[in-house]
């Protein structure tokens, strides 16, 4: 037997184009993701040059970034109107293949990628945007580039890489009830920073991540970025098989299993060597809601917001507690909240949106609050609504909208305004990010609708309708 | 791309770390589907009050830093969303050169990209000019030997991987290149097929 390799190392193996001593290499990409914020300048600089797309295949578009999630037949902004004629006119005249507004596999980016199958173990996959790391879950190498680099990939199907060095993020023991995928990788940011991952994959193991559905798993990729790392990945295993076990984009029958059997042997070996390895334990983790201005910056709902002077850097605490209006030391159960996001490609799968649903299921949201709910794709929708959602949410007083990233980023018309507070189930509280001057607090789908009900953060496991 | 082999400027102080791309180009300029323009926005939300008048306690909006093309900045600068919208305004606003004591992966790739050149540089050195930059700090910036140097004439050298400095001094297309290994692309895909 050869020498004991990681996910990430067998991976990356198989996708070398060219290496060379000292230099980055040349690395193939099975699969680019595309969408309309970040394709614009890239389709151009194509044109410009007389190139075409080497792929169109290996490449899928969609809208999902500025598409309105109410209205969508009357686009009043121009300039989104814009992106996404460009975005469809490009699409058109490079062959490539896209999910557009009105079509059923229209949704997120990184939440329909997984769905239609296209995200598969073993793969490489780029895409213009940093949350591309969602993809690791599978097993994939996956992450985000820049614009410049989506015009490389458009144009040669590759990209120069430097090797990144390997992270073991290991988790043992099991989360409690009402604490979260979400919770557990606010807490590894919040433990060990917003920059730990910088010239790393990460790779999650042991007993707690072993046992979280795929769904869950997409969620701990997905926030990998927020503490700096390139990518996030998971060994693949059964769980891993049976998620896209049928769907659209994998082959069928023995020609599964076949793959399947493949996958598996991507798992990183027994004994195969680590760069850094950090452990965490998942008994210790309680539901977690960010106080300040980066998603480092949490703490366990039990807690208080940080003492400034005790803090490591004080003018930092101090800046992000007077952007986000609180004071130090402050409960963060008497926090309260104006707005409620339930969404994002974080968490705005079927298993959110049910669990969030639970929580707030005969219950009314408290007066003054504006929640709403965005689906992560098209299909979520139609399949929360198959089994009743919409209603429990609707009757609840949520807003019950249509797919997209919406609230995440603001760049369509659901912006939290000036001075509100959002309980908010994406993955960046930046100052401004939901709207200027708007104030973010990152939490899990049921801390967020219980949030909503009460009108300030409360401890979710001692609530009612925890899904157990 | 415009080769870069020296650049001369005026340093401006940004001290705060963990400076992500949201705060350098806030989202609603990302509609734009030009590559162009977005300097005017860089830093909107602390250059700008929300009634669009300049605020006056950020300091980049200080007279003496108009004409800045050096950013000091603070660690783990650019990080979070992937947009090259954010080195598009920097570059756009006149920065032809950021030094800090890391940057955040994609931007760091993204910038050099568009001929940005970014120089990691040990905090206490930042730190130490930022003070000076208060006063007023000119820094002369050598790619070929990596080397900075003030205007008493103090040097500094500095690390570069050996393959950006090279694409940065010839100002080299990254796609052309590339295609020039499209025999090793072909046999890679036909081993596969
Ligand atoms: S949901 Fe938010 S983080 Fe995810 S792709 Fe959309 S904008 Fe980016």
């Known amino acids: ?128 945007d940093s949350h591309t790391s ?22 040669t199907q590759t990209i120069w890489q430097d090797k990144p060095k390997t992270l073991n993020v290991k988790v043992d023991g099991e989360l409690g009830l009402g604490v979260t995928a979400k919770d557990l990788i606010l807490a590894i940011i919040a433990k060990f920073g917003v920059r730990f991952g910088t010239g790393y994959v990460m790779e999650y193991t042991g007993d707690a991540i072993r046992k979280l559905t795929m769904e869950e798993r997409m969620t701990i990729c997905n926030m990998s970025i927020e503490a700096g790392a390139r990518a996030g990945l998971i060994s ?78 004080p003018e930092e605490v101090e800046r992000a507690l007077s952007y986000m209006g609180l004071k130090e030391n402050q409960p963060i159960t008497s926090i309260e909240i104006d707005h409620v996001f339930i969404g994002s490609c974080t968490n705005s799968r079927l298993s959110d949106l049910k669990r969030a649903s639970k929580i707030v299921e005969g219950k009314k949201v408290k007066e003054g609050v504006k929640a709403i709910v965005v689906p992560g794709s098209f299909l979520v929708k139609q399949q929360a609504e198959e089994i009743g959602l919409d209603k429990i949410f609707i009757d609840a007083g949520f807003e019950w909208r249509n797919s997209g990233c919406s609230m995440c980023l603001g760049m369509n018309d659901d912006i939290v305004p000036s001075g509100g507070r959002c309980a908010s189930t994406s993955n960046r509280n930046f100052e401004g990010r939901q709207g200027n001057g708007a104030r973010t607090h990152l939490v899990s789908p049921e801390m967020a609708a219980a949030a909503a009900i009460e009108g300030h953060f409360v401890d979710v496991r001692q609530y009612a309708g925890v899904p157990s | 791309m415009e080769p870069f082999k020296q650049h001369k400027g005026i340093a401006a102080p940004l001290n705060r770390s963990n400076v992500d791309t949201d705060q350098i180009i806030p989202k609603q300029f990302l509609k734009r589907i030009e590559r162009t323009g977005f300097g005017e926005f860089v830093f909107l939300h602390w250059r700008f009050d929300d009634n669009g008048n300049l605020r006056d306690d950020f300091v980049l909006n200080q007279p003496k830093y108009e004409n800045a093309t050096v950013l000091l900045a603070g660690d783990n600068f650019g990080c979070g969303s992937s947009r090259e919208h954010a080195p598009w305004a920097l570059e756009d606003f006149g920065f032809k050169v950021i030094i800090a004591p890391d940057f955040a992966d994609i931007f760091y790739n993204n910038s050099l990209k568009n001929g940005i050149l970014l120089i990691k540089m040990n905090e206490e050195q930042v730190q130490q000019w930022m003070k000076k930059a208060e006063q007023g700090l000119t820094l002369d910036i050598n790619l070929e030997k990596q080397e900075i140097t003030d205007a008493d004439g103090n040097v500094v050298s500095f690390d570069i991987p050996a393959y950006h400095k090279e694409k940065l001094l010839n100002g080299w297309d990254d796609i052309a290149l590339t295609l020039l290994e499209e025999d090793k692309i072909r046999a890679f895909e036909e081993k596969r097929a």
């Not at chain 1, 599964?256 to 965490?280: K, N, P, Q, R, S």
Request: aromatic share 6%.
């Open chain 1, 134 to 155: 969602t993809h690791g879950a599978f097993g994939a190498l996956a992450f985000g580039i820049g614009t410049s680099e989506v015009e490389h990939v458009l144009a």
């Open chain 1, 1 to 128: 037997m050869g020498k004991a390799l990681t996910v990430f190392e067998k991976i990356w193996n198989k996708h070398v184009v060219k290496e060379e001593e000292g230099k980055p290499a040349l690395l193939y990409i099975d699969q680019h993701l595309i969408h309309e914020v970040t394709s614009p300048q890239a389709f151009e600089g194509l044109r410009l040059n007389g190139r075409k797309v080497r792929r169109p295949d290996l490449t899928f578009a969609t809208m999902d970034h500025n598409v309105p999630t109410i209205n969508r037949e009357n686009i009043k902004d121009e300039i989104s109107k814009k992106q996404m004629e460009a975005l469809k006119k490009n699409c058109a005249d490079f062959g490539v293949k896209l999910a557009d507004m009105y079509h059923p596999d229209q949704g997120i980016v990184h939440v329909i990628g997984p769905q239609l199958g296209l995200t598969q173990p073993g793969k490489t996959i780029v895409c213009g």
């Open chain 1, 236 to 313: 693949p295993d059964e769980t891993t098989v049976e998620f896209l076990r049928g769907r659209e984009m994998v082959p069928k029958g023995e020609a599964f299993d076949a793959l399947a059997e493949e996958w598996l042997a991507l798992a990183t070996d027994e004994g195969a060597e680590y760069d850094h390895t950090v452990t965490i334990y998942a008994d210790e983790i309680e539901p977690q809601v960010t106080w300040g201005t980066n998603p480092g910056m949490g703490v366990p709902v039990s807690a208080s917001t940080p003492t400034i002077k005790e803090a490591e850097h």
